[in-house]
């Protein structure tokens, strides 16, 4: 079993809608990260968080510490956020510990 | 542009060859990260250097070594290439040592023949 859980692992929503994409994880952490891999394989970082819930635009992201859970939410979609949503998570172990990754959502908007 | 430049884009190889990937770090980084993925792994963590020292390492084959060099840049050689090893290569760079926000090369595409 993975560390790193995404669900769902392909999705597909019309212009407009409003779309969750989850992250469930098995470790302790100190930190979660949602990255978004474009078509072309660029990657850019969205957000890293540790508690709480962060708004960037049109996105959001939560997280459950207790529940070991995280979601990232995109409001009012569009074809441009068609993409690949990577959750990767940094182990609360002591050192220095790397990033561990889900396999990604594979997100298309259709207009 | 994340400020973080990869060369080459594209590499084609033999398998037994041996390849240079190089990366710079954005202005100020002191962290570079080596990440693989390939189209059955996803991300992988290869290795971090940390203002010139090794800092963590990951699932990093023996036949694959980087180094980072006084004015930051890294390179990751890639030796006695097998088919695969064929994936995107990608490095990432940020401020600290630990895993604060990453910001991510444009990868560099190794096709290994």
């Known amino acids: 079993k993975n560390e790193v859980e995404q669900s769902p692992q392909n999705l597909t929503a019309q212009e407009g809608e409003f779309i969750t994409i989850n992250c469930s994880y098995s470790v302790g952490i100190s930190a979660l990260h949602w990255l978004q891999q474009h078509p072309g394989g660029g990657i850019v970082s969205l957000f890293m968080l540790s508690s709480g819930k962060k708004k960037h635009g049109r996105l959001i992201a939560t997280i459950n510490i207790q529940e070991k859970h995280s979601s990232l939410h995109i409001t009012a979609s569009h074809p441009r956020d068609s993409a690949v949503y990577i959750c990767a998570v940094r182990s609360r172990n002591s050192g220095n510990t790397p990033l561990v990754f889900g396999k990604g959502t594979r997100l298309s908007v259709i207009a | 542009d994340s400020g973080v430049t990869q060369t080459p884009k594209h590499l084609i190889t033999a398998t037994g060859q041996r390849v240079t990937l190089r990366c710079s770090p954005r202005?100020?980084?002191?962290?570079v990260y080596w990440y693989q993925q390939s189209l059955d792994q996803g991300l992988q963590f290869l290795i971090q250097?940390?203002?010139?020292?090794?800092?963590a390492k990951g699932n990093i084959l023996e036949r694959f070594s980087a180094q980072q060099f006084p004015d930051l840049h890294s390179e990751l050689n890639l030796s006695s290439l097998e088919l695969g090893d064929s994936a995107l290569y990608f490095c990432a760079s940020s401020v600290g040592a630990f895993a604060d926000t990453q910001y991510f090369g444009p990868g560099t595409r190794l096709t290994v023949l």
């Open positions: 250097y940390y203002n010139g020292e090794e800092r």
């Open positions: 202005s100020g980084d002191l962290s």
